[in-house]
């Protein structure tokens, strides 16, 4: 482990690899009553940031799981492994004009994208519980809706693309023609093999 701890740190600041007990012990809770103690915490505020650290932790034979908020309530952000912990730099929030569309970082609170929607008379369509403090990347991830959208609001009716990084260091970029072809292309030759 210690050597993919020394790979992180050459590719993230010292403060953004998290090695400490404590709060390895805090990171490995989330919203649910699972908890495991992650190897090692990165803080990534960048997609090259992610790329780095699946990469690494393929290299190193590690597992990774993402972390937005924490606020999932069956254990999904909870790892014996590489826990990696979305941090400011992608929490990001564009807005069309007429509030039609955002293009959301997974790292912004969902309650801060509809404060910033609001003037528009627009919000979101997923409306969990824990909106107040979930990040917009752990309610696509979990297809969060809520007591008020139902289903026909979720989080994959809602979304008009999203970009994914995939554990190969594939990215897909379905709101791209050109990623997503490429992706049927593999996924048809891995069938065909």
């Known amino acids: 482990m210690s050597a993919l701890i020394d790979a992180l740190r050459q590719r993230l600041s010292a403060d953004r690899v998290i090695t400490d007990e404590l709060r390895r012990l805090a990171y490995g809770t989330d919203g649910s009553f699972y908890r495991l103690i992650p190897e090692v915490v990165a803080v990534v505020n960048d997609e090259g940031e992610v790329r780095s650290v699946v990469e690494l932790a393929r290299q190193h034979q590690r597992t990774v799981t993402f972390r937005a908020a924490g606020t999932s309530l069956c254990g999904q952000a909870v790892t014996d492994g590489v826990l990696v912990l979305l941090g400011e730099g992608l929490a990001t929030c564009t807005i069309s004009a007429d509030g039609n569309t955002v293009q959301a970082g997974p790292a912004i609170i969902g309650a801060e994208v509809n404060r910033r929607l609001l003037p528009l008379g627009r919000k979101i369509g997923p409306d969990p519980a824990s909106i107040n403090a979930a990040k917009v990347g752990g309610m696509a991830a979990n297809n969060s809706s809520g007591m008020c959208c139902g289903t026909a609001q979720n989080s994959y009716n809602t979304l008009a693309s999203i970009r994914v990084l995939l554990a190969d260091g594939t990215l897909l970029d ?20």
Do not use: K, P, Q
């Not at 990623?179 to 996924?187: C, E, L």
């Open 174 to 193: 379905t709101g791209d023609s050109a990623s997503v072809a490429a992706s049927r292309s593999v996924t048809a030759a891995c069938w065909s093999v």
